[in-house]
């Protein structure tokens, strides 16, 4: 885990309400095979909307990381 991610080690997108962070970890390499950042999960569209998307869009996409690791 690298000093980026640390902020949201204890994040629960289910429970956590505030505003949610970003799950950039700094590792930015897209993987050719998954086509998700090798770092944060996300696919390059996810990666591209995250600075304009509402909260709720923002909620769906950690939700789908955080479904992405489980499945690893």
Known sequence: MTAASDSFENFNPLT???????PCTG???MDAQSGL??????TIDEIIDWGVAP????????????ARRSAQ
């Open 16 to 22: 956590d309400a505030g505003p949610m962070p970003s």
């Open 27 to 29: 590792i930015c390499q």
């Open 37 to 42: 950042c090798k770092g944060c999960q996300r």
């Open 55 to 66: 909260e709720a869009k923002k909620r769906q996409i950690w939700l789908a990381i955080l």
